[in-house]
Structure formats: structure tokens, C-alpha cells
């Protein structure tokens, strides 16, 4: 069940009436607690709906506040600073106002009975399953403090990573937007212009000049067709994920497209092969760790042909023969696992792997973008040009025609 918060008016030993509210997932369990307080509970209201709605109106955390929390106790636990005294030191010194109230929640839950990884699950927005799979099994072991680092690690790679891809294509973007804003004012607002030098002048406009004007009276009476078209293209491009059937070919489709779908591939399986190898290095079993790294997954193809895996795996068949009859995963990836398994490294083996095809990724990116920037330069510079060209030609001729 999901948490719930309850206002509550009640009593202690003393006699003193006490108001507050308690986070509970049943109205018999917040009595529960209440009584373990010392209190007696007289009066007991709902004041929230489930725990999925308190979520969406929770404050967003982002994910360098969370890489901070991490790194914060890894540093306490590591130091064997008792949980409850970490989590109330991070709340004290968490800058991020959406943090410290999440780790305030952490804090109390803790502080209830509750173990850290239940206390994480009442907010899926912020921890992963894989994130709360390793803290669980830290906890249970009692080797949350040789877990934490490799966690850190994880979540510092995916950072890296995710901030190498948007640099890299930030540059090619405003460069596109800027080179169609420029096209798009030089046809509405330049073009037309010329129209009334044409109509004064009263001679014949070349062909080509003929296009631009046509083209431009067109974007100034029907660019908001233009603009609803690609408002309706982007509204349907998201509903396809919303039938499970239409996102599985959606996302197939973009495995096959030439270049991207390779890109999209090797980036998928990177945080796949990360994930599990995580996961196996903190003795999460693999029939598990399996369902844990199938759902950080993004691309709902290789989504389901890893419950294909899993289902071979769980029937008996080695990890690197199912993933291999999948018939989509990189020859490396399948590989190298039947390697793992062979000398009993399949968790080294898998984080290794993920190394590589995030330095595969970020080499296509570079090339990509390489190729990208001067592609774009040239197009636009065509553009801006020819109808440039075009319209000073038509002015030329003009000109010549009346001398």
C-alpha cells in the first residue's frame, strides 16, 4: 500500500491534548503508531489521498540533489554514523529545500520502524527500483556501507553521461533554431517587400522569385496551419506511448532507423548492463536483478525481448545464450557475459561492458554532431542565400528591363 497522512488529536500519559499528523498506510496502522508514541489517539481525519498523489504535488528533487544525498551518506554510513543520526545530519546540512524535506520523510520513517529502502519506496519519482533494491540489500546484509560507493558511482556515471550527451547537442540545436527563425523572417517579414517593388514596377517576376513570394504569402495566411500541423505531429508522436501496442512498434521502428537506432541500442544497453552489474555486485540474485534492470530500460522493444531473457534464464539457459538468442544485443554484450559466467565475474564483467558502450555512445555522438554542425551551416547558408540571390536577381532584372 501507498503512505497516507492523518491529522490526529490525541493524549499523552500526562493528559496533555498533542495535534499532528502521521504518515501511515492504514487508519489501524497510524493508531499503531500513535499508541507506540505514547499516545491515545480520540480523533483521526484523512487529510491526503494515497501516496501517489501526495507524490505528484511533493516538490521535484533533482537528480544532482539526489547524487548529493548519496554521496552524504555513503560519507556517514561509511564512517558508521548510526542511520538515524545520518539521515538527521543531512537534513541539517541539504541546501536543496525539496531534499531536505524528502530526507525529513526518510528521517521519520526510519525513525517509525521502518527500514530505509521502505521508507524510499513511498517515492518512486526520486529512487529507482535499482537504487532501492541496493540499499535493501545493504540493509539486510548489513553491508550498506560497502554498497553505497558502488551506488554513488552509478548515479555519478549516468550523470556524466547525460550531461556529455545535452552538451553536445546544445550547440547544433540553437544553431538549427536560429537558422529557421532566419528563414522564417526573411520570408514574411523581407519577401513581402518586394512584392510591392514588383507590383509598382509592373513587369514580369522571374519564376524562381515567383516561388519565394507564393511561398511567403502563404506562411503570412496559413503559418498557423504550419504551426497546428506540428503541434498535431508532436501530440501524436506522444500518444503512440500511450497503448502499449502502438509504443512497442514505435519504439522498434526507432531501433531500425539507420544511425539512431544503433545510438539508441548501445545507450540502452549500457544502462542495462550497468544496472544488473550493480545489482549482482551487491548479491541482489539474478532472476531479480534481471526484473530490476529490465525496467530501468527506456525502449519498450528491448524491454520485451529482455523478458524473453529472463523467462529462458529463469527456464535453466545461461545469461549470455539468452541474450545472445534475442537476437538484438550487441555480439560484445553477449559475449562477454558467457565469459563472466564461465569465470565467475559476471558483475566486474557487466560494469566493464557498460564502460564500453558509453564510450561507444559518446563516440557517435561526436561523430554525429561532427558532421552535424557543418551539414547544418551549409543548409542554412543554401538557404539564406539562395532566397537572397534570388530576390536581389529578380530586383536586378528588374532593373535592367526598365533601362
Not at 57 to 67: E, Q, S, T, W
Not at 156 to 176: C, D, F, G
Not at 303 to 321: F, H, I, K, P, T
Request: glycine share 8%; proline share 3%.
Amino acid at each position: 500500500m501507498s503512505l497516507q497522512q492523518f491529522s490526529y488529536h490525541a493524549f499523552d500519559t500526562s493528559g496533555n491534548a498533542q495535534n499532528g499528523q502521521i504518515a501511515a498506510e492504514s487508519e489501524r496502522e497510524a493508531i499503531r503508531l500513535l499508541q507506540g508514541r505514547q499516545l491515545t489517539p480520540v480523533k483521526l481525519k484523512l487529510v491526503s489521498g494515497t501516496g501517489q498523489r501526495s507524490t505528484t504535488h511533493a516538490r521535484k528533487v533533482k537528480p544532482a540533489d539526489l547524487l548529493d544525498f548519496t554521496n552524504g551518506l555513503r560519507t556517514l554510513v561509511e564512517a558508521r554514523v548510526p542511520l538515524d543520526r545520518a539521515l538527521r545530519l543531512l537534513e541539517g546540512i541539504t541546501e536543496s529545500t525539496a531534499m531536505r524535506q524528502l530526507v525529513m520523510t526518510l528521517r521519520r520513517d526510519v525513525k517509525e520502524g521502518k527500514s530505509l529502502a521502505d521508507a524510499m519506496e513511498s517515492r518512486p519519482d526520486v529512487f529507482s527500483r535499482m537504487y532501492i533494491n541496493i540499499v535493501r540489500a545493504g540493509e539486510e546484509g548489513g553491508i550498506l556501507h560497502q554498497l553505497l560507493p558502488d551506488l554513488t558511482d552509478f548515479l555519478e556515471t549516468s550523470a556524466r553521461n547525460r550531461q556529455a550527451i545535452i552538451a553536445a547537442m546544445v550547440y547544433p540545436v540553437v544553431l538549427l533554431v536560429t537558422g529557421v527563425i532566419s528563414v522564417f523572417l526573411l520570408l514574411v517579414f523581407v519577401i513581402p517587400q518586394f512584392a510591392v517593388m514588383f507590383e509598382d514596377a509592373g513587369t514580369d517576376v522571374p519564376a524562381s522569385a515567383a516561388f519565394l513570394l507564393a511561398t511567403s504569402d502563404a506562411i503570412s495566411n496559413w503559418g498557423w496551419l504550419f504551426v497546428l500541423l506540428i503541434v498535431a505531429a508532436v501530440f501524436w508522436w506522444r500518444w503512440q506511448d500511450r497503448a502499449p501496442d502502438t509504443r512497442l512498434k514505435k519504439h522498434a521502428m526507432l531501433l531500425r532507423m539507420p544511425m539512431l537506432g544503433q545510438l539508441l541500442l548501445y545507450r540502452e544497453c549500457a544502462v542495462f548492463a550497468r544496472t544488473l552489474g550493480a545489482l549482482l555486485a551487491s548479491g541482489i540474485p539474478l532472476i531479480r536483478a534481471l526484473r530490476v534492470s529490465r525496467e530501468v530500460v527506456g525502449n519498450a522493444e528491448i524491454v520485451r525481448l529482455l523478458g524473453q531473457v529472463e523467462e529462458d534464464v529463469r527456464s535453466g539457459a545461461g545469461l549470455g545464450l539468452s541474450l545472445e538468442k534475442a537476437g538484438v544485443f550487441p555480439t560484445l554484450l553477449h559475449q562477454l557475459v558467457a565469459v563472466g559466467e564461465e569465470t565467475g565475474r559476471t558483475a566486474s564483467i557487466l560494469l566493464k561492458t557498460a564502460e564500453s558502450f558509453d564510450q561507444n555512445v559518446k563516440n557517435q555522438m561526436d561523430r554525429l554532431v561532427a558532421a552535424l554542425q557543418p551539414g547544418l551551416i551549409l543548409v542554412l547558408g543554401i538557404a539564406v542565400g539562395g532566397i537572397t540571390i534570388t530576390m536581389l536577381s529578380a530586383v536586378f532584372s528588374m532593373n535592367a528591363v526598365q533601362f
